[in-house]
């Protein structure tokens, strides 16, 4: 099946600096993207929607210029984190859309655990 | 975007078949049913995918009524790398439609 990469894995980061994660499809091209952010015991909150050529699409309540991202190949899409601070701590998870002849399919990263201190 | 409800926990024990049902009573016409497996600190994983009826692959059964309302997963004979949180979602597959992920089924598998 199609495969997500994210990196990296685990960061751990100072209050005031800025982290970039990467998401790629490793295997297909993928024209759109996701974002999610999770916390402990809770479900997959959706940040914004990554287009690649074009500007993201950002969920309610999610600040644009604090999670920057940007989608400038078929096959990766980054999210920026600027200014982190300890409340920004959480799992952060990408998906990649694979467009095939029925439709759509969903695929996941493994995820990457931000801890700001 | 459909809403979908599920039981927030279940529990059962190894050997066992586990049913877990998530109601969608506003289910669109072109929305498919997909269940996702997340284990803690991972990315959800797909688990099964289906339209109407019955669906089954090597991992699950997917039930769906006629009505298309509600929907079963099936896990036959859990064991306990089973125990994961376990998502329902509805959405079209006609578009690049976002996937909006409700509180999940946490499942507890015991020896």
């Known amino acids: 099946g199609a495969v997500v990469s994210q990196h990296p894995s685990w960061v751990i980061c100072k209050s005031g600096t800025s982290v970039k994660i990467e998401c790629r499809s490793l295997?297909?091209?993928?024209?759109?993207m996701f974002w999610y952010r999770q916390f402990p015991k809770q479900s997959l909150m959706l940040m914004a929607t990554?287009?690649?050529?074009?500007?993201?699409?950002?969920e309610q309540g999610v600040e644009k210029d604090k999670f920057l991202i940007n989608h400038a190949s078929l096959t990766l899409s980054t999210l920026t984190v600027t200014s982190a601070h300890p409340e920004d701590s959480s799992f952060y998870i990408c998906?990649?859309?694979?467009?095939?002849?029925?439709?759509?399919?969903?695929?996941f990263g493994p995820g990457t655990r931000l801890t700001v201190t | 975007l459909a809403k979908t409800t599920q039981p927030i926990s279940m529990d059962s024990y190894e050997g066992q078949e586990v049913n877990i049902t998530c109601s969608h009573n506003?289910?669109?016409?072109?929305?498919?049913i997909t269940w996702y497996q997340q284990f803690p600190s991972q990315g959800p994983r797909f688990i099964i995918q289906?339209?109407?009826t019955k669906v089954t692959n090597e991992v699950a059964s997917l039930f769906i009524p006629a009505d298309r309302k509600s929907s079963t997963l099936s896990l036959p004979r859990v064991s306990l790398s089973d125990t994961a949180v376990y998502y329902c979602?509805?959405?079209?597959?006609?578009?690049?439609?976002?996937?909006?992920f409700g509180s999940g089924t946490r499942l507890s598998i015991r020896p």
């Open positions: 506003n289910i669109a016409t072109n929305d498919y």
């Open positions: 998906s990649a859309l694979l467009t095939t002849g029925t439709g759509n399919e969903q695929y």
């Open positions: 979602l509805v959405g079209a597959l006609s578009s690049a439609s976002k996937i909006i």
């Open positions: 990554s287009n690649e050529g074009s500007k993201a699409t950002y």
């Open positions: 295997d297909f091209q993928a024209t759109t």
């Open positions: 289906g339209y109407k």
